[in-house]
């Protein structure tokens, strides 16, 4: 499920409960349709998500922002670059 903060230009996109695949999957969906250098904030409770997200973002030449774990949360911040 994702939804636009219109204050900060971003997209939430909440992937608990996923597990791989799924997480990265929907970042790609969420990806085609926003704009150049909107960002996306991923909510992940998938580990594999550590190793995923990042080779994602490197692969595709989108720009890793942040990277943070909390409680049993991890979070990602990732501005798209088309």
């Given at each position: 499920?994702s939804k636009?903060?219109?204050?900060?230009?971003?997209?939430?996109?909440?992937?608990?409960?996923?597990?791989?695949?799924?997480?990265?999957?929907?970042?790609?969906?969420?990806?085609?349709?926003?704009?150049?250098?909107?960002?996306?904030?991923?909510?992940?409770?998938?580990?594999?998500?550590?190793?995923?997200?990042?080779?994602?973002?490197?692969?595709?030449?989108?720009?890793?922002?942040?990277?943070?774990?909390?409680?049993?949360?991890?979070?990602?911040?990732?501005?798209?670059?088309?």
């Amino acid at each position: 499920m994702s939804k636009l903060d219109l204050t900060t230009n971003t997209i939430l996109l909440d992937t608990k409960g996923l597990y791989c695949p799924e997480p990265v999957m929907m970042l790609h969906n969420a990806v085609r349709d926003v704009d150049d250098k909107m960002q996306i904030k991923v909510v992940a409770t998938d580990p594999s998500t550590q190793r995923d997200i990042p080779k994602f973002c490197q692969f595709l030449g989108h720009s890793l922002k942040s990277q943070s774990h909390v409680a049993d949360e991890f979070i990602y911040l990732i501005e798209v670059n088309k």
